[in-house]
């Protein structure tokens, strides 16, 4: 199993592009998240799903688009990028997202900047 | 604001003491919480969890206590070792689908 994967693992963006970041997994996981990481925050919420054709938002979804085809893949879109995106995307995926464990995997991170 | 907080932001022990590490929360409704490690330029990778209606959960050398009346939970590690030199965040959930994460805990291990 590979896990979770994540690319690109680095992008440099100007102001006002668009780009997709990848994410997938091949565990079966319906669960699958995307969070930002920025210093002194931790990491934050921006969007999840919890099976194929289902998403939601979470803490901080503005600027970030998603969508979920297929149980493996979760891409989060950024339509027009400002320096606040600049960051560190993790993607996540578990195999509960309703109630009992949830222990979630997640991929080694795409490093964003924005300029 | 930030409903899980961790507000160590660095720890340095002693190879073979004791590593606590504390996270607070404010929210009563949370029924789930989570410990990651993360190493510099990795994903965080799951360490221990424990729901709300238990007040220890133990995983070989990692303890995690929760106080739900001081909505208070940490992580103990005996002995620690230099391999745990990481970032500790803790997480909570209440719905099984979001998660908040404190900002983090850097410990350091000194052999």
């Known amino acids: 199993n590979a896990g979770v994967t994540q690319t690109p693992k680095f992008q440099v963006l100007k102001t006002g592009q668009s780009m997709t970041l990848q994410c997938a997994q091949d565990m079966n996981h319906e669960y699958m998240s995307w969070y930002r990481q920025d210093p002194g925050m931790g990491l934050r919420l921006i969007h999840y799903s919890v099976g194929a054709g289902i998403t939601d938002q979470g803490e901080v979804p503005n600027g970030y688009n998603v969508s979920r085809s297929t149980t493996e893949d979760f891409p989060l879109r950024l339509l027009s990028a400002a320096p606040s995106q600049t960051s560190v995307y993790f993607c996540?995926?578990?195999?509960?997202?309703?109630?009992?464990?949830?222990?979630?995997?997640f991929g080694p991170g795409t490093r964003l900047t924005v300029t | 604001d930030q409903q899980v907080k961790q507000n160590s932001p660095s720890l340095s022990v002693q190879e073979g003491r004791i590593s606590i590490l504390n996270c607070d929360y404010t929210n009563s409704m949370f029924d789930y919480f989570l410990w990651y490690k993360k190493y510099p330029a990795e994903g965080p990778t799951f360490l221990i969890s424990?729901?709300?209606?238990?007040d220890k959960n133990e995983d070989g050398r990692f303890t995690v206590f929760l106080n739900k009346s001081a909505k208070h939970l940490s992580l103990h590690i005996v002995p620690s070792q230099p391999g745990d030199s990481a970032v500790y965040f803790c997480a909570a959930s209440f719905t099984g689908n979001q998660f908040y994460f404190g900002t983090g805990t850097s410990l350091t291990v000194i052999p």
């Open positions: 996540a995926s578990s195999s509960k997202g309703w109630g009992g464990d949830h222990e979630q995997y």
């Open positions: 424990i729901s709300s209606i238990k």
